[in-house]
């Protein structure tokens, strides 16, 4: 079998694959209040177009990930690429809000398949004891394309209009496409020929749910990440509708917030063989907590400006750097046969838990930034209780 060999440049490829579905939401945040003026729609409704797609990005996860185990990890990231092209044809030519949020979710059923098999070629090759090391640099440079996305997403609608930036999606889905097809050989040398049977899919989503180190690594992981969801589909209509900003200004706020990001899981790839994994995440999940609950106790104490937005935010986002790669990787390390379903079924509920909040938030949004501020909170203080309360503390180490 010609099996993939760990190299930078596979590492590079799998860093595009799992950033595209967070480059798919980030992208045209600034156009979101376009939007709503080109389709006559309520925030609430075009707040779909980023639910929907989580809900399509979650559900997906569940089938690629067995899938990915039973067959290889190659063809099925192949078919997936391919399916996020014809969503973003959808998008581009949407005439309606109702169309755009249907091929956003085809959309999302495409992109899904990068983050949950890339995960698991990275537990296929780096194994175990790499794989914190390696999950966190890829989610640093990961980061970049959420850093620069929302600021080239503000100009490309102010130029071209809210279709270029799906014109965009498309062209990056393609090059990914082509570069799979040439780059990627296969990973999974422990295929497992029941993987895709219905009732070996339940018993493992079973064991993997009876683990209670995997539940306390999912919900911290989906926590951390609701926290981060809530900011992107609420933070365009509350900075653009109190603050005023325009598209470009939204753009640069934004990447100011991801830049924290790009730090916690910088920090996290350079500490986690001196500190470990669990110290980081516990450390990253309070640090957390603690500026979410500043977000909302500024918000309810009447301080209302960008910076009592933008500076808890910020510290948010270190927190999911440092939670979010060693909670994924802790989670998966004792799972190698089953790797892509451990993946998948994490995906999962992360999305769903995150696309709960972004629904929640959407209809909350007639409030102002309370709704945005107590979402971030209450996700943020989630985060490390619930992982404290379901692992074990002797498997702290």
Aim: with cysteine.
């Amino acid at each position: 079998m010609n099996t993939a060999r760990p190299s930078f440049g596979l590492a590079a490829l799998l860093t595009t694959l799992v950033a595209l579905g967070p480059l798919s939401t980030d992208l045209y945040l600034p156009a979101l209040p376009t939007l709503a003026r080109a389709f006559a729609s309520d925030a609430a409704r075009v707040q779909l177009t980023l639910s929907v797609f989580l809900a399509g990005f979650a559900c997906g996860q569940i089938f690629y990930g067995p899938l990915s185990d039973r067959f290889g990890r190659r063809p099925v990231i192949l078919g997936g690429l391919a399916l996020f092209c014809a969503g973003s044809i959808g998008c581009v030519f949407a005439t309606s809000i109702e169309m755009l949020v249907v091929a956003r979710f085809v959309q999302a059923l495409g992109a899904c398949a990068g983050p949950v098999i890339g995960r698991a070629v990275v537990r296929d090759l780096w194994g175990a004891s790499e794989s914190p090391r390696i999950i966190a640099y890829m989610g640093g440079a990961m980061a970049i394309a959420p850093l620069l996305g929302p600021t080239l997403g503000g100009f490309l609608t102010v130029l071209f209009g809210w279709q270029s930036n799906f014109v965009l999606l498309l062209l990056i889905g393609a090059l990914q496409l082509v570069a799979v097809a040439c780059m990627l050989n296969e990973s999974n040398v422990h295929r497992d020929p029941a993987a895709n049977n219905p009732r070996q899919m339940v018993a493992n989503f079973a064991r993997l749910l009876a683990d209670r180190r995997y539940l306390g690594c999912l919900l911290s992981f989906s926590f951390s990440y609701s926290a981060l969801f809530a900011f992107i589909s609420a933070s365009s209509f509350v900075l653009a509708d109190r603050h005023g900003l325009t598209p470009q200004v939204y753009g640069l706020c934004f990447g100011v917030v991801v830049a924290g990001y790009l730090l916690g899981s910088l920090a996290s790839g350079r500490l986690v063989r001196r500190l470990g994994s669990d110290y980081l995440l516990v450390r990253g999940a309070w640090l957390g907590a603690i500026a979410g609950v500043t977000m909302a106790a500024l918000e309810f104490s009447g301080v209302r400006s960008i910076a009592a937005i933008l500076g808890p935010m910020f510290f948010c986002t270190v927190a999911t750097g440092l939670v979010m790669p060693n909670a994924i990787a802790r989670a998966l390390a004792p799972y190698p046969t089953m790797a892509g379903s451990a993946s998948a079924l994490m995906g999962f509920i992360q999305m769903t838990i995150a696309a709960l909040v972004g629904i929640a938030v959407g209809h909350a949004l007639s409030g102002g930034g309370a709704a945005l501020a107590l979402a971030v909170a209450v996700c943020t203080v989630a985060a490390p209780l619930s992982y404290l309360a379901l692992t074990p503390a002797r498997q702290h180490t």
